[in-house]
């Protein structure tokens, strides 16, 4: 069974940084991606970034390109987005998502396995 579990949300001021994580467990082997997406308020929920885990290949949407990154702790079946720049259009609710085989920059198929998401607010 996999689980997808996510930590690291909370409050950070405007042109701050923060990473967010999350780790995967219950695959047999490295052959999956990793979304990143988050919900706005008054917007649907948009993917962010993607991560192949066994090829480490990641997509950045341009929305947020250079100022979010997506990694991987290959010691640990962790997946990070560290965000830069935070701005207050940045607060929302962060989730992270996992589905088997390459990402290749698409948002579809669907992805299968769900964090519990986690709530990033930038505010002075």
């Known amino acids: 069974q996999v689980q997808v579990v996510q930590s690291g949300g909370e409050t950070v001021q405007p042109g701050g940084s923060l990473t967010v994580s999350c780790e995967i467990s219950g695959y047999t082997d490295y052959d999956y991606c990793v979304g990143w997406f988050r919900q706005v308020r008054g917007k649907e929920r948009e993917g962010v970034a993607q991560l192949h885990f066994g090829s480490a290949i990641k997509y950045t949407e341009t929305s947020v390109k250079g100022r979010f990154t997506v990694h991987r702790d290959d010691k640990a079946n962790i997946v990070r987005l560290q965000m830069t720049n935070l701005q207050p259009e940045d607060t929302g609710e962060y989730f992270c998502?996992?589905?088997?085989?390459?990402?290749?920059?698409?948002?579809?198929?669907?992805?299968?396995?769900w964090g519990q998401g986690t709530q990033v607010t930038v505010s002075s």
């Open positions: 998502a996992a589905r088997t085989g390459v990402c290749g920059g698409k948002w579809s198929p669907r992805f299968d396995y």
